[in-house]
């Protein structure tokens, strides 16, 4: 009874935050690519680097960049926040990479692992542009994994929304999907897939949407000083024309307890 009251409780308190965003504001491009997980491990800190680098033959879509660095700690076990400092680069010839904007991010966990039939949490992200003429960001949206014949899988379904100055438009509908191979070994294959389709009931037309799928490995070294290293890479390949033919993406976290 106990552990029932407590996840409605979590739940309840992440729908009045999803409530409060959608009636803030309104479309953002993602800066990084990365799955989030639906956990909070109290007393965790990390610090991580996520980046990514596009190519195509095509000027207009190549070499567009993000590179983030970021800093989060597990309060309790329900409430993770995380600091983030982004850096993009646009596609095409000619343009810089720029610090672009400072986001708190939050991820809530609505189950503990394993206690239902899938795992939920529920991620909040707020994003303050650090360029003109360029709107300030919301991102939310619930978290799921479930553990099946000897796989993990979690999926991201978030919407984006605009605020403030510059804001304009309709929310954007972002997703992303994992599926890893729990071989229990220092290195573990995957698969990640991202896409935009774009505004929430005004889909792009499919040349448009940025659809991406790809191999990634991933790993975890343990006694690495004090923490553990963990790390995932590998390449996603454009599905649509509105996507660059590869883009090469890897994250890696430093982890410690305290």
């Known amino acids: 009874m106990r552990r029932t009251f407590a996840a409605a409780t979590r739940l309840r308190f992440a ?5 409060s965003a959608l009636v803030s504001g309104v479309t953002a491009a993602r800066a990084d690519f990365r799955v989030k997980y639906p956990d909070a491990e109290p007393g965790e800190l990390e610090l991580e680097n996520i980046g990514s680098y596009g190519q195509d033959s095509r000027s207009g879509f190549n070499s567009e960049q993000s590179h983030t660095l970021e800093f989060e700690y ?3 076990n329900f409430w993770l926040p995380e600091l983030e400092f982004e850096f993009d680069r646009d596609p095409g010839p000619g343009n810089k990479t720029n610090f672009s904007q400072i986001t708190l991010e939050n991820v809530f966990q609505l189950t503990e692992r394993g206690e239902y039939w899938i795992d939920a949490g529920f991620f909040a992200e707020f994003g303050k542009s650090m360029t003109g003429g360029t709107p300030n960001e919301t991102t939310l949206g619930p978290i799921f994994r479930k553990e099946i014949a000897g796989t993990i899988n979690t999926v991201n379904l978030f919407l984006e929304k605009d605020i403030g100055n510059h804001s304009g438009g309709h929310p954007n509908f ?6 890893r191979l729990a071989l229990g070994t220092v290195i573990e294959p ?19 949407q ?18 553990t290293l963990h790390f995932n890479a590998g390449v996603l390949f454009g599905l649509t024309p509105g996507s660059p033919r590869r ?9 410690l307890h305290f």
């Open 174 to 179: 972002v997703y992303a999907w994992e599926t």
């Open 15 to 19: 729908t009045i935050i999803a409530l």
């Open 210 to 227: 940025d659809h991406r799928i790809g191999p990634q490995l991933f790993g975890n070294w343990h006694d690495i000083g004090p923490g």
């Open 190 to 208: 995957g698969i990640q897939v991202y896409g935009e389709p774009g505004p929430v009931g005004r889909f792009l037309p499919i040349s448009q």
């Open 247 to 255: 883009t090469l993406r890897w994250q890696a976290e430093y982890e």
């Open 74 to 76: 597990g309060v309790n």
